[in-house]
């Protein structure tokens, strides 16, 4: 609670922003009496030019829009601003923006009346970076430290420009992994939300970084050590987890996606189920960043389930994988869904990959 | 990661804002071509105009500034705004801003190389309120589930607008606990903060709803019905609790001290810690409010702690009320420190506050 310019900042508010009306258009309004252009940018459309009233606010009003969460942008004389009037915003290192719901329908991303899991935050010091930093744990509902029953883990990955809360706060992965488990959809299963960077000075120098091996390999190398040599060992310490290869998976989006395929498939006495969505910043010189993987991995792979949209700029990329794969005689999954590079794709993967494992 | 608009995004980064000198001076800048008029609106300082650039960037530099967290918006031609090149934000459900640090210091609230506590979040429908609900629970450094140690527990309660995570959020509670048990400063102790809205229908009306008694009494009732019949019985089920009076406090700021007052003192047989910082929306029929409350129950308070900024406007209430205390012979230290409303206030009280429990 800020108290000192409350009162102004309470009269602002009487502009609605985003305003979801019965029929699901919504309505985005912004006052800046004195800008000349104002766009909107909302996740899955074009950007569209906002129109001005005799109050210098600007008014944008969609078609219908499905159920769901579009993350959105205002721009304002050509510079990206979040919209002031709506709290819900998506925490991000480098791009901010507002969070529309659009509420309704049945998605699992949608917070139900069902029985719901806990969602730990860790903090340590990592030996293996050098920095503090952070991981979540997620616990299925009727997780129980004094029982002895042992839970099979997922560690799944953010993106570029995510902090660690990247598959809680934007992705809803608990949300998602309550109601698949409440449905029976999913296997009950610990979700390990660990922070993705290796050399975080990536996020410094940008996401061209993750195109040029000289920061984005010791990125990829130094988290898949953090990740087995540091999460891992805190995780089955602290948790009741089973540990065997068999009941631990990896998948991640984008950035998270490439740190998925590496670490997994380059460690298969450690994973038997590995997720890819829209890898991004990928090595292309396949057989040397999988070095030595061939059809023999089959019979340690339960599943090797690589997603992409079509509309994103790396499908380019995962097709050249797929074949790769295909190739060398490598069972996996090949998933082309409609979408761009969004958490629209990413929490529709999860629903699919996660009700796929542990069976 | 949203990928559409990134390429211009990333380009805009280049307006670095804060921007935190060797000296302590803090730049601002904010890209605004058209504006007007732009101002800075910073934690502990008087709006500043800010000077625009011949590329349209406003700026404005402070004087030195103390190792700390601050708070701030700019107005943009009488629009309020967050800093749109800085992805540190404060959650709260009316008012947006945006977070500057300042590094530097040993202030307990900087995170520090001591061992760390886990914060859980858990979700849960009451009953009592009839929605769907969160609270988080922090455990300390060393907190063990198979251990048959029990711990004290602080209740801590946020303030109206804040969201259940505004004392970790932005009150940095778990950091301030980490450091002060790391320093033996505080007792190991859980920290659990519930969601504080009995009548969640207030955040539509406003803050001025906590001047009248329609909807701050059964707000705070609610509160108090759900905290005691819902939340401390989840938490002693899923924790290593101590159970006894002895080993209960409840403390918070704003709307948050006066719950912490209302539920503290009417249920002695429940709490024997009472911690109120800046309380607000308090009823002032003071006899009415606490029926009852006399030197009796100096007997079962270790302690009751009253704190206000001298340049809060709610010091006139907490004045009245500790003189009201002090009338009917009630034991209480009375707190008068620097500071109006605000987070650098509500985390040096907790700082104090929780260095005094449980000894």
């Given at each position: 609670?800020?108290?000192?310019s ?26 800046a009496?004195?800008a ?6 909302l ?13 210098g ?41 507002s ?18 899991g ?18 979540f744990?997620?616990?299925p ?50 979700v390990?939300?660990p ?5 975080p000075?990536i ?20 988290f ?5 040599s ?14 065997k ?28 189920w590995?997720?890819a ?42 097709r ?5 794969l295909?190739g ?32």
């Amino acid at each position: 609670m800020v108290a000192l310019s409350s009162a102004a900042q309470e009269k602002e508010q009487k502009i609605i922003s985003p305003d979801v009306h019965p029929d699901n258009t919504v309505t985005f309004r912004l006052k800046a009496p004195n800008a000349k252009e104002v766009n909107l940018e909302l996740e899955g459309s074009s950007s569209a030019a906002m129109a001005r009233d005799d109050q210098g606010v600007w008014t944008f009003t969609t078609k219908p829009l499905s159920p769901d969460f579009y993350s959105y942008t205002f721009t304002v004389d050509g510079v990206s601003q979040v919209d002031p009037g709506n709290a819900l915003r998506n925490p991000n290192h480098i791009w901010q923006s507002s969070m529309l719901h659009v509420p309704g329908g049945s998605s699992p991303w949608e917070e139900a009346d069902v029985p719901h899991g806990v969602v730990h935050h860790h903090f340590y010091r990592s030996q293996v970076v050098g920095d503090q930093r952070d991981f979540f744990v997620y616990t299925p509902p009727g997780y129980e430290p004094h029982s002895h029953k042992k839970y099979p883990v997922l560690y799944l990955l953010h993106g570029f420009s995510d902090y660690a809360d990247g598959w809680t706060a934007v992705g809803y992965a608990n949300v998602i992994l309550d109601n698949l488990i409440a449905a029976g959809k999913a296997k009950p299963m610990l979700v390990v939300m660990p922070l993705g960077y290796g050399a975080p000075e990536i996020l410094q120098v940008g996401v061209g970084s993750l195109d040029h091996d000289t920061l984005r390999l010791p990125n990829y190398q130094k988290f898949t050590q953090a990740l087995l040599s540091e999460v891992i060992p805190q995780v089955e310490r602290a948790y009741n987890v089973d540990k065997k290869r068999d009941s631990r998976a990896i998948a991640g989006l984008s950035m998270g996606g490439t740190e998925s395929l590496l670490t997994g498939l380059n460690h298969l006495d450690q994973f038997s189920w590995v997720g890819a969505f829209s890898s991004g910043g990928l090595p292309e010189d396949f057989d040397h960043t999988f070095p030595g993987l061939d059809s023999k991995a089959n019979q340690r792979l339960h599943l090797l389930w690589v997603a992409c949209g079509t509309g994103d700029s790396l499908i380019k990329i995962n097709r050249q994988f797929r074949d790769w794969l295909k190739g060398k005689g490598i069972t996996h999954a090949d998933i082309e869904t409609p979408g761009v590079h969004e958490w629209q794709v990413w929490r529709r993967n999860l629903v699919e990959f996660s009700s796929l494992l542990f069976r």
